[in-house]
């Protein structure tokens, strides 16, 4: 079993080493996931890990164009959250008014539209004097003729919402419309849509890296508790030889440590030995002879035993 206790330190919790009383003879052995619960608390924007905190919008103050970045905090992120943080923004410029009701007015936004499976980004125009029973705390300064705010955005940023790179969507001066444009890929908003588990001393010749043994993809809701139960141990070969840990990392989709924030977390790993495979052969499934034979990988025939040579 290993938990927070096993956390490598300064690691982001990712990497975890469980340290055997005394070292081991694992040859011939075979290992697989158990149990795993864990919180979904892993970053789906962060500046250093992923490179997507960032997008920018251009403004017009009295004529005169200006480009302000949105930083993005580190963290884990809905659309909802993310629209609230450019609103944040817009507080923070003076670039937005308030209307009769009280209630603040926002010259663009982003929306989940589940329907098209997509982000919509609506931009609104913004007027050149106050409008009727409107009022303006912040001293927005108004442009000379009427504009979109012109949401850019960059690299990597741009695959949270489904546009392209760059793609911008424009000034819209002197028009007086509103515009809205829908994502036109597959918005992926957690880039790490699955864990994958990696375990040192592993043997597999068919996967690359070779030490991937398990996925985990998350079935819960940002920050809640995630309990995977493998329906089936799916057992890996270890390398021969004596060990005296195992060290075990929770990786993203490029294969690199990815930031966990919670580092509460239980992973329980089950170690086969070679006399595993027979252990449960029974009384009736043939003679001593036959049980030599199976453990041999040689084929009866007629004998009605199933699973004879076969790779566990």
């Not at 410029?93 to 589940?114: C, I, Q, R, W």
């Not at 329907?115 to 409107?134: E, K, R, S």
């Not at 030995?273 to 009866?300: E, F, H, P, V």
Request: proline residues 5%; hydrophobic residues 40%.
């Amino acid at each position: 079993m290993l938990n927070q206790t096993n956390i490598v330190s300064g690691s982001n919790n990712s990497t975890l080493i469980y340290n055997f009383p005394s070292s081991v003879d694992l040859t011939g052995c075979e290992i697989a996931i158990s149990n795993l619960t864990m919180f979904y608390s892993w970053d789906n924007i962060n500046a250093t890990t992923l490179n997507n905190n960032v997008f920018t919008y251009q403004w017009d103050e009295g004529g005169v164009l200006t480009t302000y970045t949105v930083t993005i905090p580190n963290g884990l992120y809905e659309i909802a959250d993310i629209n609230a943080y450019l609103q944040f923004t817009f507080i923070a410029n003076g670039h937005y008014l308030v209307n009769s009701t009280g209630d603040n007015v926002y010259f663009a936004e982003m929306t989940v539209n589940p329907t098209a499976y997509a982000i919509q980004v609506n931009t609104f125009n913004v007027p050149i004097a106050l409008p009727a029973g409107f009022t303006n705390p912040a001293g927005l300064v108004f442009p000379l003729v009427t504009f979109n705010p012109n949401l850019v955005f960059p690299a990597n940023f741009n695959a949270i919402i489904g546009f392209a790179v760059n793609f911008s969507t424009g000034l819209n001066t002197g028009v007086g419309t509103d515009l809205s444009f829908l994502s036109t890929v597959a918005p992926q908003v957690q880039p790490n849509a699955s864990l994958l588990i990696a375990l040192s001393g592993i043997d597999n010749k068919y996967a690359n890296p070779s030490s991937i043994i398990y996925s985990v993809a998350p079935n819960v809701a940002l920050g809640e508790l995630i309990v995977e139960k493998p329906p089936e141990f799916n057992f890996n070969r270890l390398l021969s030889g004596q060990y005296n840990q195992l060290r075990l990392q929770l990786l993203g989709a490029n294969f690199a440590p990815i930031v966990i924030r919670d580092p509460n977390m239980t992973i329980i790993l089950v170690i086969k030995d070679q006399d595993d495979l027979y252990s449960d052969g029974g009384a009736g499934n043939g003679s001593s002879t036959q049980q030599s034979q199976i453990r041999s990988g040689a084929k009866l025939s007629g004998q009605g035993i199933s699973g004879v040579g076969r790779r566990f």
